[in-house]
């Protein structure tokens, strides 16, 4: 499904630059429209390749070989890369201009995506997917700071046309990948999903070239902080690849032992960001942040939400495709319910925020909730539920899903100073992607571990149901953490 930092208008985006509470707003660049559309273009091949790679994974896996566990891969083997290299993504455009990091990014993503399409195994496959993540996680920050420095007091104005043309992109996107998955446009087959990155990702560099505006530098001369990803990355690897293979292999002692050492070198990883601090060296993350309860309320209800949001959204998928029988066309026709949805709660929850602040998060939580118990008993039926069964259930999935997305993280940061923003954003979506990564790993585990590929509806239907119920278990504690939310968006305040 989509991803928050690309719906969601109430996400701040400026960062002072003199004072701690003084913001500094650019005048808007005369060519800003076109080059608002040469950033949209790059944000999409952000936002599609996070999530159309679900609707083609079972006719990779049928062209290339490959386990239960290389489905899961191929999705969080882009969304990890992409969370470990968020944290300093950003800073690159801060160091060498935010355009030119754009156009590398770019170009990374465009060879990735190029690789993907003609890659011959399913290793060289997941490797290219790895790049993509990689790549995105150079270009994306890079996308929100020009749209600040070209739009400056009229940024209002920009997300007026981003927010929508974002959404009907999630409602289109997994129909167009089903679509040309079918279609099978020059026996290309599930390699067009990524090869259809190439006239888009082309449009958007010579489009970016002439009119992005070439900003200097803000901090030349800064020095990343490389240990700290590299810590972090492991720290992470040491999480997930257990428990993607794990179940595969039988649960080896290899896998129990990674698991266990993932927490000491998460735990270095936070040791070695307060030392840095203390040093006065620049860290990957502003711990201040973690001070306020609030902030830290809004880091466990992403990593609950967007787990269970993305690892459901692959086990449904799996559902449908392997064991329905489901085309990737039909399946992604299935879905389509939920990405309808979430444009029309993005939509009303533009005007619910205002007035109800944080009640519009429990409001949201409610209707996923109760689609989801719709989805639980559907799949604990004697017979399979057809794709039109499901609509229903899906559509207010959805909706809830999507009152959520605009004003998430305008509300979580409510409590933080102006200075702190910047940091704690790029770090809500560090944390927004792990999290994906992980409900990925974590419920297709659950997925596989009770359904064989090809056993047939009834395993299927018992394996969806058991993710089901996790998820209804996620929403409610996702529910209980908003609590501890602030009530009110920061531009509210």
């Known amino acids: 499904m989509t991803t928050v930092e690309t719906l969601s208008p109430a996400k701040p985006l400026t960062e002072p630059t003199t004072a701690p509470n003084e913001t500094t707003v650019p005048a808007a660049f005369p060519r800003r429209w076109w080059g608002l559309i040469a950033i949209l273009a790059a944000t999409l091949l952000n936002l599609l390749d996070a999530s159309i790679v679900n609707v083609a994974a079972p006719s990779i896996r049928t062209e290339l070989g490959g386990t239960a566990a290389t489905l899961q891969w191929l999705a969080a083997g882009y969304t990890l890369p992409l969370a470990i290299g968020l944290l300093t993504g950003g ?56 749209i600040r ?33 079918d279609v099978d446009l020059f026996s290309t087959g599930w390699r067009s999903i990524f090869l259809i990155n190439l006239p888009l990702g082309l449009a958007a560099l010579v489009l970016g070239a002439k009119i992005l505006p070439s900003g200097a530098p803000t901090a030349k001369g800064l020095k990343l902080d490389l240990g700290g990803a590299l810590i972090a990355a492991a720290g992470m690897c040491l999480l997930l690849v257990p428990l993607v293979e794990g179940h595969e292999s039988g649960w080896p ?45 809004g880091v466990g209800f992403c990593v609950v939400f967007f787990g269970s949001i993305t690892g459901f959204s692959l086990a449904v998928g799996l559902f449908l495709q392997l064991g329905l029988g489901f085309s990737p066309l039909k399946a992604s026709l299935a879905m389509a319910a939920w990405a309808i949805g979430a444009f029309i709660g993005s939509g009303a929850s533009a005007g619910l925020a205002p007035k109800l602040g944080r009640k519009v998060l429990h409001i949201g939580l409610i209707g996923m909730a109760v689609g989801l118990a719709v989805l639980f008993f559907q799949f604990g039926g004697d017979a399979a539920p057809g794709p039109w069964a499901l609509f229903p259930a899906l559509l207010v999935y959805g909706i809830g899903m999507g009152l959520i997305f605009v004003p998430l993280f305008g509300i979580i940061v409510g409590d933080l100073e102006d200075h702190e923003i910047g940091s704690a954003s790029g770090l809500l979506e560090s944390f927004q992607q792990g ?50 939310l602030p009530k009110r968006a920061r531009e509210e305040q």
């Open 253 to 297: 002692a290899w896998s129990l032992v990674m698991l266990v050492a993932s927490v000491p070198v998460l735990g270095l990883f936070a040791v070695n960001q307060v030392k840095r601090a203390r040093s006065g060296k620049i860290a990957l993350i502003e711990l201040s942040v973690f001070a306020k309860r609030s902030y830290t309320s």
């Open 435 to 484: 999290a994906a990564a992980l409900g990925v790993a974590g419920l297709g585990t659950i997925f596989f571990n009770q359904f064989a590929i090809g056993s047939g509806e009834g395993q299927a239907m018992s394996a969806a149901q058991s993710v089901t119920g996790i998820s209804i278990a996620l929403t409610v504690v996702a529910f209980v953490v908003v609590f501890g």
């Open 149 to 181: 420095d070209m739009f400056g007091r009229e940024l209002g104005k920009a997300y007026a046309l981003f927010g929508p043309m974002i959404g009907l992109a999630t409602i289109g996107g997994p129909i167009a990948a089903g679509l040309l998955v």
């Open 91 to 146: 800073r690159l455009g801060d160091m060498f201009g935010r355009k030119r990091v754009l156009m590398v990014g770019l170009v990374g993503f465009l060879v990735a995506s190029l690789a993907c399409g003609l890659a011959g195994s399913i290793e060289l496959l997941l490797a290219a997917r790895v790049l993509q993540g990689a790549f995105a996680a150079v270009m994306v920050p890079q996308c929100f700071g020009l």
